[in-house]
Structures are given as structure tokens and as C-alpha cells.
């Protein structure tokens, strides 16, 4: 099985950073692509930012220039700076890893518990 635990949310006010981090752990070959969604109330989870194994990224547009994504291969880590936060950034956010366990298993999407992101106008 594989397990993801993130940590980092809270509640700041607007034009604040929180910094989140998430990490992997359990059976595991190889970490392809990690990212970032949200879930705002009464909204559909969305992409917010995903970060492949050879480093490429791609953002929402409503959070580039002001969220970086990064991850540490040998730590199964990835993290979500997040600067100049605004009250639209308020949602749970959820990691994502896409995971295959051994060699010759297939991909599979793996997601974490979500963390409480809170921005104060």
C-alpha cells in the first residue's frame, strides 16, 4: 500500500504564505507525477499545481506567480509554496502521487487525508 501525510495548512491572512508538504511512503518503485489539488466548499475539487519526476510543472492559472511547486525525489516529498494567499485560496488541499508499486505493476493515482487551508480577508 502506499500512504501519503500531508502537513503545513492553517489559517493566514490574506497576502500570507503557508508552506505544504507532502510525503510518500510505503510500497513503492517509482513516484511519476505529484500535485496539488483543492477543494473548495460546495465547489469541484481542482488542479492547482503538479510537478512530474524529470521536474516539469504546470499551474492553475489563478495561482501562477504566486505558488511555486517543488518536490525532493529521494525523500518522496513535494511542497506547495504558497505566497500573496487571497480568500479564493481557501479550500482543503489534497496531495496527489501517481504511484507504480513494482516494475511491471501499472500506474495507479494515490491521495492524501487533505490539510484545512484558511485565508482571512
Known amino acids: 500500500q502506499v500512504q501519503l501525510v500531508e502537513s503545513g495548512g492553517g489559517l493566514v491572512q490574506a497576502g500570507g504564505s503557508l508552506r505544504l508538504s507532502c510525503t510518500a511512503s510505503?510500497?513503492?518503485?517509482?513516484?511519476?507525477?505529484l500535485g496539488w489539488y483543492r477543494q473548495a466548499p460546495g465547489k469541484q475539487r481542482e488542479l492547482v499545481a503538479d510537478i512530474t519526476s524529470g521536474g516539469s510543472t504546470i499551474y492553475a492559472d489563478s495561482v501562477k506567480g504566486r505558488f511555486t511547486i517543488s518536490r525532493d525525489n529521494a525523500k518522496n516529498t513535494v511542497l506547495l509554496q504558497m505566497n500573496s494567499l487571497k480568500p479564493e485560496d481557501t479550500g482543503v488541499y489534497y496531495c496527489?502521487?501517481?504511484?507504480?508499486?513494482?516494475?511491471?505493476?501499472?500506474?495507479?493515482?494515490?491521495w492524501g487525508q487533505g490539510t484545512q487551508v484558511t485565508v482571512s480577508s
Open positions: 510505503g510500497s513503492i518503485f517509482r513516484i511519476n507525477s
Open positions: 496527489k502521487a501517481n504511484v507504480r508499486r513494482r516494475l511491471l505493476d501499472p500506474v495507479y493515482d494515490y
